[in-house]
């Protein structure tokens, strides 16, 4: 297996729940789901992986790298997509683009232009006048242009029109192949149905296992 993301005996916390002894590993090419209720850990777990001030106790490895000790090299690699993204709200797009892509050794000018302006994003709005629709697409068009490997996408698609959720998906579905990887989180079991290649659940602080056979895996979340 061609491992992207491996997480081994994880444990993460809020003041209001805990998971414990997490352990799964994703193969690169594929989308991974998440689903569970609001309030089931699943932006938890995303936030830990990624975000330094999100602590976590065992092991998280990307492409056989410990996130801790390489997280520098590592989030150069990671997209993370989310209404808690952290664009400067009272930034232009354009300007903010200037500023994050100094963090990212690979960011491609060319393809920020071309994605922004497949996606019909004005640049020169201040992200905090932006739509969430629009919101998100900034981020993804960010995130290829820094040419991600890992897309992390927590609850992106929620409250977004029909027509936008497929615009999404038939990126994300693009980018597959080229060898990206998605691993996403929904409450909408229905969507995930529809765009995932594996399917877990997490419900009652347990997670359950990736599944490729998706109604098996629901049987977990009904």
Known sequence: MNKILELKNVT?????????????ALEKGYVYGLVGKNGAGKST?????????WPYKGDVLFSGFDIK????????????????????????????????????????KEI???MTKKLGINLNTNYMDYSR???IKAQLAFAFAHKAELL??????AGLDAVFKKEMYDLIREGLVDGLTVLLTSHDYEEIKRNTDFF??????????????????AN???
């Open 12 to 24: 993460v916390k809020n003041k209001k729940f805990k998971l414990e002894n997490i352990n799964f």
């Open 45 to 53: 777990l995303l936030k830990s992986i990624y975000f330094e001030n």
């Open 69 to 108: 000790k390489n997280r520098r090299s590592v989030i150069n690699k990671i997209g993370y997509i989310s209404e808690d993204f952290y664009f400067i709200d009272d930034r232009s797009m354009a300007e903010n683009a200037r500023l994050f892509s100094m963090a990212y050794s690979d960011f491609d």
């Open 112 to 114: 920020w232009e071309e």
């Open 133 to 135: 629709g629009e919101k």
């Open 152 to 157: 992390i996408m927590d609850e992106a698609s």
């Open 200 to 217: 877990a659940v997490i419900k009652d602080r347990v997670l359950g296992e990736f599944k490729e056979n998706i109604e098996e895996a």
């Open 220 to 222: 977990e979340y009904f």
